[in-house]
C-alpha cells in the first residue's frame, strides 16, 4: 500500500459510510487515527461495530470519546421518549428533517476530531457525510462542511502564520448508497462488520425499517449484492 | 428589569469574563440558560465559581457537561504533565501563544451551546471572549466567531428555511480588563464568586502569577478597584 507520511482523523461510527471512508484514507496513504463516540445514543451497537472495524483495519489509533448528548435530549436517537420512526414514506434530502436528527451532532463531532487532529499534528480530517442517499440532515451538505473547515482554520493555534490549513474530506458526499458499497467492497470493507440500524434489537440485530436501514437495503439492492448483516425476522 | 420574551444560552466558566457576559445578557432581557463545562481541568474551582455565579443570578437553567479534553492533553490546563507558565513577560495578543491554550476548546464548547440553543429554542448565544487582554488564543478573535456563527447556521435543522438565525454574541470582546470589571459592576456583579487563577493550590486560593492572575489583577488596579477574591501569600 502507498504512504504519504501523513496522519489522518478518521469519524468512525460502526456504520457503512464511515467503515468505507476509512478504507478511503487508508487506501491514499495516510496513517489513520480514527475517533469513535459514545454518546449514550440507542444503538450503542454501532460502537462495537467501530471497534471492529477500526481492528481488522489494523489502523495506529482509535479513541473512543464518551460524550452526553442525551443531556439535551431533542432527538429520537438521543430520547427515549422519542420514537424512531419505521418505514418513513418522507425519506431523502426532499423531504422534512426527521426526529432522528441529533442537533448539532456533526458539529460537536467535528470539533471533536479538530482537537485530536491538533494534538497529534494532524491536518486532515475524513467524515462519511453523505449527501445524496441521506436522510436531509443539514450538516451532511457540503455547505456546512466548507463553513467548518473555514472555521476551523481560524479556530486552532497551528494555523496561525498560514503554512499549514486543516481540510475536511469527504470523499463519498456525492457517492450513492450503492456507489459507496461498490468503492467499499474493491478495497476490502467487511461490511458484515458494520452496523446502521437506529432501532436494533437487544441483540443488536437491525429493525430493517428505520431510514437507516431502508437506505442501507436499497443500497446494497441496487449494488446487485446481499447485505451480509441480519435483520430482525431473518429478512 | 426589561424582558425580550427571548432565550439566551451563556457559556459560563467561573471567571470574571463570563460571569460579565451573563450580567450583560440578563440585563437587556435575556431569559438566561447557562452552560458549563467541566473538562478536567487544574482549576476545577471555577466550576464551583459558575454554580455560585449561576446561583446569585437567578438564571432559568444551569446546565453542567463532563467532557474530557484530557483525553487529548496537549495544554498545560487539561495535562498535569505540562507546567503553567508563571511570570510569564511575553503575554497578550502580540505574543506566542502558551502552552495553556487548550486545543478546539471554544469550537467544542460552543458547538455544545449550539446543540442546547437548538433543543430549548434559542438563537441567541453568548461568550465571554476578549481580543483585547487576553492570552492570544486564536479561538477569541472576532474572524473565529463570525466564521462559528455562520457554520452554526448550516449545521442546524432550526435556520432551514432561512426564517431564523443563530447569532453568536460577544459583549466584552473590544473591552479591555478594566472596562469589563467596571461594566460588571454597575450591573451588580459580585467578583468575589468568580475565580480566574490557573494555578490555584489545594485550597482554590488563586496563585497571582499566571497569565489569567495578572490580567485580572492588572485589570482591577486600572479600574481603580482592588480585587475581592484571595491570593496565594494573602496578596
Given at each position: ?13 460502526g ?23 459514545s454518546?449514550h445514543q440507542r444503538h450503542c451497537v454501532e460502537i462495537k461495530s ?26 429520537a436517537l438521543?430520547?427515549d421518549?422519542?420514537a424512531v420512526?419505521m ?108 452496523h446502521s440500524c437506529y432501532n436494533p434489537d437487544d441483540d443488536g440485530i437491525a429493525c430493517g425499517h428505520c431510514?437507516?436501514c ?15 448483516i441480519k435483520y430482525q425476522g431473518g429478512?
Open positions: 500500500m502507498q504512504k504519504n507520511n501523513k496522519k489522518a482523523v478518521i469519524l468512525l461510527s456504520g457503512l459510510d464511515s467503515a468505507t471512508t476509512l478504507a478511503i484514507a487508508s487506501a491514499v496513504g495516510y496513517e489513520c487515527h480514527a475517533i469513535s463516540f454518546y467501530a471497534i471492529a472495524i477500526a481492528s481488522a483495519a489494523n489502523i495506529a489509533r482509535h479513541k473512543m470519546i464518551d460524550i452526553d448528548l442525551a443531556a439535551f435530549g431533542g432527538s438521543t430520547d421518549s422519542i420512526p418505514d418513513n414514506p418522507d425519506i431523502g434530502p426532499a423531504g422534512a428533517i426527521p426526529i432522528t436528527y441529533v442537533p448539532a451532532r456533526n458539529t460537536i463531532f467535528l470539533s471533536y476530531a479538530l482537537a485530536f487532529a491538533e494534538v497529534i499534528g494532524s491536518f486532515d480530517i475524513f467524515i462519511g457525510v453523505n449527501a445524496t442517499d441521506y436522510s436531509g440532515y443539514p450538516d451532511c451538505r457540503p455547505e456546512y462542511i466548507d463553513a467548518f473547515e473555514k472555521m476551523a482554520n481560524l479556530a486552532t493555534a497551528s494555523t496561525i502564520g498560514g503554512e499549514r490549513r486543516f481540510t475536511i474530506h469527504t470523499p463519498i458526499i456525492e457517492l450513492s448508497k450503492a456507489e459507496i458499497i461498490r468503492k467499499g467492497t474493491s478495497l476490502g470493507v467487511n461490511y458484515s462488520l458494520t431510514d437507516s431502508r437506505l442501507r437495503l436499497k443500497g446494497f439492492a441496487v449494488a446487485g449484492m446481499t447485505d451480509p429478512k
